[in-house]
């Protein structure tokens, strides 16, 4: 059947379709059918899934997935969390549209450096997929990764804050990893191991 992957992330989506793979779906992402970007204004992972989840199956009368995911510091009470876009808009810095990832991870080794040199360096990723339908039945699904965060930044693969999250049990960044380590332990693969669980039954 066709499955409307409903983000506007590049990086997302490449993991998405890799994930979906064995189940033989027709993936169509939100930004070819030229769906809207809903405001996320919900205050957790799961609320603003299920807005860019329902938003799409509406739009399109297609099932549709969405992922709301980010990275949360410990010593920081959590933060980003939910803004882990947000903290990354140019507008913010530079009044000009679009996201600078490495300014953003900046921002947030600024803040943990702040807090002095012995700062936990602790952190999570959250990844929520949401799965809506046209009928407004919907499900979700939470996955989580451990690690610490590093600086400098190290690696070139994967998207986003990659560069600075080293898993646990691992030296090397998320950016590090080969796309297939990543999936095996990322957030977004254990989201998508309990997906796929329930409504595949793999
Ligand atoms: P959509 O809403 O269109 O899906 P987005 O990038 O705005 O795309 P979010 O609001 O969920 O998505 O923001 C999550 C951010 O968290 C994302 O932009 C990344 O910077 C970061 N993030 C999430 N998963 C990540 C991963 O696997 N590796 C690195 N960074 C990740």
Not at 23 to 40: F, K, Q, T, V
Not at 45 to 60: D, G, M, P
Not at 147 to 156: D, K, N, Q, V
Request: hydrophobic content about 40%; proline content about 7%.
């Amino acid at each position: 059947g066709k499955l409307v992957i409903a983000t506007h992330n590049a990086g997302k989506l490449k993991e998405i379709a890799k994930l979906l793979e064995p189940y033989g779906l027709d993936c169509i992402s939100a930004g070819s059918l030229g769906l809207p970007e809903p405001p996320e204004t919900g205050t957790t992972f799961v609320e603003n899934a299920l807005i860019k989840a329902r938003a799409a199956a509406e739009a399109s009368g297609l099932p549709a997935l969405a992922d709301d995911s980010g990275l949360s510091v410990a010593a920081l009470d959590g933060r980003p969390g939910v803004y882990t876009a947000d903290w990354a808009e140019r507008q913010f810095f530079e009044g000009e549209p679009g996201r600078d990832w490495y300014m953003a991870m900046g921002k947030v080794e600024g803040m943990l450096q702040a807090k002095g040199p012995d700062v936990s360096r602790e952190c999570w990723f959250s990844c929520v997929l949401a799965l809506a339908w046209p009928d407004g039945e919907h499900v979700v699904y939470e996955g989580r990764a451990d690690g610490t965060l590093t600086w400098p930044p190290r690696g070139t693969m994967g998207f986003g804050y990659d560069p600075v999250f080293v898993p646990v049990g691992r030296e090397q960044t998320f950016a590090e990893l080969d796309p297939e380590e990543k999936h095996a332990i990322s957030h977004r693969a254990d989201a998508f191991a309990k997906l796929k669980a329930d409504q595949f039954g793999a």
